[in-house]
């Protein structure tokens, strides 16, 4: 005869395994700064910048084993730097890192319109600097993620999603949002 409390181990053990194959069914998306956290500052333009924190980049990408890694950079305002970005600087980054980099957003036609979007104030009355001062890195990061958790959810209801950013001027901190499941981390690389 079978013991029922073996029983009721062997169905919470079950669980657990589930929780496990669930908690590995998550989307990993790695976001990084350019200026001061992969990159010099592009006082030079797109070809004169160098590579900085490589390993320390190396190290989080071997960690978090992101399946998609993108640009979320306040130097790329606009179309204009983000050619520049990609004629002068990305190869070099996906050359050195072995990755191939997805979404690079800018300032002016990505990330204003939609920290914008998300408060419910129209884009054309806010510019670079009140958009900076407003929401500073930290928060329009959180804005756009919202924006962004919302598209994924939409189509991948059951992908939960997990979005980190290395940053040089963000603090560390890790909010959750239940009803997108997702997970919103933010690391200050000069702290690693
Ligand atoms: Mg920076």
Request: charged share 25%; with cysteine; net charge negative.
């Amino acid at each position: 005869m079978s013991d029922p409390s073996r029983q009721g181990n062997t169905s919470r053990n079950g669980e657990a395994e589930r929780a496990v194959q669930q908690a590995e069914a998550l989307r990993r998306e790695l976001w990084l700064d350019l200026e001061d956290t992969v990159i010099t500052p592009v006082v030079n333009g797109w070809f004169n910048t160098e590579l900085i924190n490589t390993q320390k980049i190396k190290d989080v990408i071997a960690s978090f084993q992101p399946h998609r890694i993108n640009i979320f950079s306040f130097a790329i305002w606009d179309e204009a730097q983000r050619k520049g970005f990609t004629l002068g600087t990305r190869e070099m980054i996906e050359r050195h890192f072995g990755i191939q980099l997805n979404l690079v957003l800018t300032v002016d036609d990505d990330i204003i319109p939609i920290c914008c979007r998300q408060m419910g104030i129209e884009p054309s009355t806010v510019d670079f600097n009140e958009m900076s001062n407003f929401w500073g890195k930290q928060g329009a990061f959180r804005l756009c993620m919202r924006h962004h958790a919302t598209n994924h959810r939409r189509h991948h209801p059951n992908l939960p999603l997990h979005v980190l950013l290395l940053d040089d001027v963000v603090y560390n901190e890790v909010v959750r949002w239940p009803d997108l499941q997702t997970t919103v981390e933010q690391r200050n690389i000069d702290q690693l």
